[in-house]
Structures are given as structure tokens and as C-alpha cells.
């Protein structure tokens, strides 16, 4: 492989990648719960937008209560707003959304 031909091959990944998250972004949700376990309200979001959530139940805690209102958000905005205060990370690759406990963080005196 040239080295003109793999710029042309990283470029391309490039493109796919952030058109992959713009496109997450442009996903419109509306969203209106109440201290309502975070599977219930995942479920919901996956019925508005034409992604699939990948988790484990127990290390993600699915059965949290959230409380979230939103209208015609992006999807990003809602997960940064839903997840960010359960410490939960999230990750968008093609069609999936991956959950994943955040990091602890230790502290050191």
C-alpha cells in the first residue's frame, strides 16, 4: 500500500467517524420521566432514535431512578445530561451505544 493510498483509506475512516457523530447529534429526543428506572427511559430513547444501547444491567445499574425533561434535544445533549451525573460513560460506534461505569477516580493526600 502507497502511502498516498493509505492517506486517502485514513481520511475516509476520518469522514465515517465524525459524519457517524454528527448524525448522533442531529437525533431529536423528547423525554419527560420522572424517578424512573435508567433501562425504562433507555428503552424509550431507542424507540425515538435509530440506535441500540449495549450495556450490563448490574455494573451500569439500570434500575437508578432519573428524572429527565427534555424537548427535541440532540442525543448526545440527553446522554451528557442523563449519565454524567450517574457516572456512567457512554461510547457511539455505527448503530450501538455502549454503556460503561466511569472510572473511580482516588484521590491522594
Same mark, same amino acid.
Given at each position: %500500500?502507497?502511502? /498516498?493510498?493509505?492517506? /486517502?483509506?485514513?481520511? =475516509?475512516?476520518?469522514?465515517? %467517524? ?12 423528547? #423525554?419527560?420521566?420522572?424517578r424512573t428506572p435508567?433501562?425504562?427511559? #433507555? ?20 434500575? /437508578?431512578?432519573?428524572?429527565i425533561h427534555v ?7 440527553? =446522554?451528557?445530561? %442523563?449519565?454524567?451525573?450517574l457516572n456512567i460513560?457512554? /461510547? ?18
Open positions: %500500500m502507497t502511502v /498516498k493510498h493509505f492517506i /486517502k483509506m485514513m481520511s =475516509l475512516a476520518l469522514v465515517i %467517524m465524525l459524519g457517524s457523530a454528527q448524525l448522533a447529534s442531529a437525533q431529536n429526543i423528547t #423525554l419527560n420521566f420522572d435508567l433501562k425504562t427511559v #433507555l428503552n424509550e430513547i431507542q424507540k425515538q432514535v435509530d440506535y441500540t444501547f449495549v450495556y450490563n444491567d448490574q455494573q451500569v445499574g439500570a434500575d /437508578k431512578p432519573v428524572t424537548q427535541n434535544a440532540g442525543l448526545t445533549a440527553v =446522554l451528557d445530561q %442523563m449519565l454524567k451525573p460513560n457512554y /461510547k457511539i460506534l455505527d448503530k450501538q451505544i455502549a454503556l460503561s461505569p466511569a472510572a473511580a477516580t482516588s484521590t491522594s493526600r
